[in-house]
């Protein structure tokens, strides 16, 4: 089954190659188009990499913050956004989605544990789980935290809104194939 799989971001990435790979078809969404009022893009997933919070990697916050009701009415129909870490020590970088969600950037290997039976462990499949590289936590957060470092710290929350779902991770690594594949088709094709 071919997922149509928005990338946000400013340019072309080696990591949208990935995806088109996993599910088919991958389309790159600028923050140009996703701020534009008149841009409708019908996606079952939206990957947004690591480093969207950091005016020095990329411009994307801004146009996240501008479209924060259209995310959330792509969410409420059934889509689903896979957002990594923001990649800054400013507050509020995840201001733009519809619930709460607070990151401390701190980059180390970590040793990470799932929930038992979370299907979201595949994230990290072919990784060492005993030395993850994070570039944060979520310290706070209105969600589910379904991978933890040690010490309890949340590495990966979910948040179901509406029909869709919304995973947040810290991990910085590019996520396993078979994640890739299983989450963009997992989604409803909705609206962005």
Partial sequence: ?????????????????????????CELVT????????????????????????PLYSRLLPALRASSRRIERFLESGGRILVFGAADERPG????????????????PRRITFAPGSPWASLVEGYDPLAIECDGTF????????ATADGGEAVVVEKCVGKGLVLAATIHEYPSR???????????EALL
């Fill in 178 to 188: 078979g994640f890739l594949a299983s989450f963009s088709c997992g989604g409803e």
């Fill in 93 to 108: 970088a995840y201001d733009w989605l519809p619930f709460g969600l607070t990151y401390r950037h701190s980059y180390a």
């Fill in 31 to 54: 923050p140009q188009l996703l701020a534009s009022p008149f841009y409708k893009g019908r996606f079952t997933a939206i990957v947004i990499p690591t480093g969207f919070g950091n």
């Fill in 139 to 146: 310290p706070e957060h209105d969600g589910t935290a379904v």
């Fill in 1 to 25: 089954m071919i997922a149509r799989t928005g990338f946000l971001w400013d340019s072309p990435q080696i990591f949208t190659r990935l995806i088109e790979e996993c599910t088919g078809c």
